[in-house]
């Protein structure tokens, strides 16, 4: 007997893993911008790029760039990318699986003659965990990234300009290295779901739509501290008994407009002991809708459900807008490609909105951008547990090739 | 023009002011038990006792004692007390008050002849604060101090044996020193009432007829944490969500079932991130009523409610019993004299349970006990404002004066 080789799914998944292993912290996966495990990231994929006779380079915020130039210089480019930092005790595959799979493409077409140049770009800042904003690789590549973001310190107060520096990169040729390549016409992340639709449905594989818009606000509830065994309950102002009564209001409202998801996901109760009744709640809410209007009216509605739970208590709410973000559509043209080379390899795929934020909504303003989902078992994401299926990285990988021997001008972006 | 000289409840009233400057965090009135700030207030008190030719002692717990003897030396003795150690920034009257008023009737009785002796105690350690369990001089004078009591430690690791050996005293010595004295036949504990009620009724003064029952229980909501942009609401287990439609329903009980208060007061959210719905919340429920029948039967009804809350998401709760404590009743006779000495004053005065815990509840099964309320305006206690009225501290102390005046046996104690 002898052992059969992996499959090219297998080999997919099998090095996500190898690239999990490195970490800044032993015994996890945390890989944050620009740190010690980075660069043995970019070493790791710069030896498997090589093996493939493609021509590599890091621009001046740490991106891996690697392009398969086709003969006529004037060619167009697609871009494929998705991001290599990872979140705090992360699983193996948010973002590297887009990387890694799209490396696997470039290396199943390298005999395929193309009309265009293909760049993968493996992003070196999704998440935001160190600088505490995310997307920084994205607006770097599409001139958002400003001094005030270069100024931002991380927890050891270094800037991202030092770390820059600190990499050896410099952060004075940001403008010049990680512009977009020229007549880049298409660009594709391929990212696990991060959520339980396609396992619900027992699905591999999604096109995405657009990116849902979210706002995300801060309630405050002022009510009056007592003695809870001293106050009769006519008396009382307990901020808590309101917030309640309106995290209720909030999961009814989103329960009864679908797609609307609202979560309070942060509520701190002050003073917060056992036997005082509570005089201050310090609340979030995180509201996502695909229509931006949708999104602005239950916005108006649940700050006016916490106005109605504070008022008949005697206690005062505010509500403070913290960010806002509207939906992003996905190219239309080129979603519709997706789907159909989708379908032209065996795969029912639906179209579906990400409730989550990708390096994908920085782009689609300034080029045609579509988005590939990945089924996550059991919807798990953020955690050491996140996985994916062979078949499914399969079926992403069948996709992905058909979709870039099929692809065709012209397109347009969708400002 | 001459200044009228202060009335007897404005010395009072500025004797407590005087005290509250004696504090172990300087700007703020902080008095925990055995600390240098309780020295001072030794010191204070032994001062204006000797004024008054008191006879005086520290016992072993560290609780100041003076006794006003009567002839006859095998005469019943009555005990009047209150405590001086104080919660964190407290405001001058909680405990001070009940022992300065006392001092005050003493003197106010000098030249009166009495049947009976009278102590007064002010108790080193009613709150709790630096130990982490309340009514630890009641505790000792009743018998009820135990070694494990002395074992417990501070936040600097310092044994309760250890202070009290600190201060210059020994705990090997509790059992002879820390006694009532023989022939203890009734005891008085005047306190600020520490809530709303005779502020709302604006009545000075009422008699405790008893100290209400609590129980305390931990709630632990157990859902799963997820991706709040991504997990639909119908796939959600929402722990915070669950907690809410709870806490609705604990505010509403005890809003239908009069007297029974029952408070959440501290509750934390896990992981706590604003765009993570909540897996896990932990939560505290205090319960209480004066009828502990009422209150078991609050708490298996809450417990269902949470059951509820929780099975319908998908969540798990478990409750449990933290602690639970019995109403105690005051000495109806001595409770009804105390009430016949206020109407005798001019005053009149309901009887009101007391939803906080007092000394008074420690003495109550071992000598026959009652207390006297004074009114705290707003309701307001354990805060820098606290305060009391010139008005109310007088009547107080007449009717003080006019209980003592007119005391009478037989008492039995209300085991």
Redesign the interface.
């Known amino acids: 007997m002898t052992e059969a080789s992996p499959t090219r799914a297998e080999r997919i998944i099998s090095r996500c893993r190898e690239l999990a292993r490195l970490t800044d912290v032993p015994g996890e996966t945390t890989r944050l911008f620009l740190s010690l495990a980075t660069r043995e990231a970019h070493t790791k994929l710069l030896g498997w790029m090589r093996e493939v006779n493609l021509e590599t380079r890091t621009d001046d915020t740490g991106s891996l760039r690697t392009i398969r130039r086709t003969a006529n210089p004037n060619a167009p480019t697609l871009l494929l990318f998705s991001h290599i930092d990872t979140v705090l005790n992360a699983g193996p595959f948010d973002g590297v699986l887009g990387v890694v799979l799209s490396l696997a493409a470039l290396e199943e077409l390298s005999t395929s003659p193309l009309p265009f140049s293909i760049e993968l770009i493996a992003l070196s800042e999704e998440e935001g965990i160190r600088f505490g904003f995310p997307f920084l690789s994205s607006l770097a590549l599409t001139g958002q990234l400003t001094a005030e973001h270069l100024a931002r310190t991380d927890a050891d107060g270094i800037t991202v300009a030092d770390a820059i520096r600190n990499f050896g990169l410099n952060p004075h040729h940001i403008s010049s290295t990680c512009s977009l390549s020229p007549n880049t016409f298409a660009a594709l992340e391929i990212h696990i ?5 396609l396992d ?1 449905a027992n699905e591999s594989i999604a096109v995405v739509e657009g990116i ?1 818009g ?1 706002s ?1 606000l801060r309630f405050i509830f002022e009510g009056h501290a ?10 009382r102002h ?1 901020a ?2 309101a ?6 209001a909030v ?1 009814q409202y ?2 009864t407009h ?12 002050f003073p ?7 005089g201050r709640v310090d609340a ?1 809410l ?1 509201i ?1 809708h695909p229509d931006d209007t949708a999104r602005h009216e239950a916005v108006t509605a649940l700050e006016a459900a916490a106005q109605q739970a504070a008022t008949s208590r005697g206690v005062r709410v505010t509500a403070s807008l ?1 960010s806002e973000q509207a939906t992003v559509s996905m190219n239309p043209a080129l979603t519709t490609q997706l789907q159909q080379a989708a379908h032209r390899a065996g795969h029912t795929v639906r179209t579906m909105s ?4 990708h390096d994908a909504m920085i782009f689609a303003p300034h080029v045609p951008t579509t988005m590939l989902f990945v089924r996550s078992p059991n ?1 798990l ?2 955690h050491p547990d996140e996985t994916v299926r062979e078949q499914d990285v399969e079926a992403a990988l069948a996709t992905t090739l058909d979709f870039i021997r099929a692809l065709h001008e012209p397109l347009t972006t969708n400002h």
Chains 1, 2 share one sequence.
Do not use: F, K
């Not at 917060?272 to 509570?278: D, T």
């Not at 990400?354 to 934020?357: H, I, K």
């Open positions: 779901e991060q959520g339980p639709v619900a849902i979210q995300r007592n003695h809870a065994g001293t106050t009769p309950m006519p008396l307990d808590l008994a917030a309640a009564q309106w995290i209720t999961e989103a329960a679908n797609p609307l998801v609202a979560t309070v996901g942060r509520l701190e109760v917060g002991a056992v036997n005082v009744i509570p979030s995180d996502r913290q990400s409730g989550a934020g919807g994401s953020h």
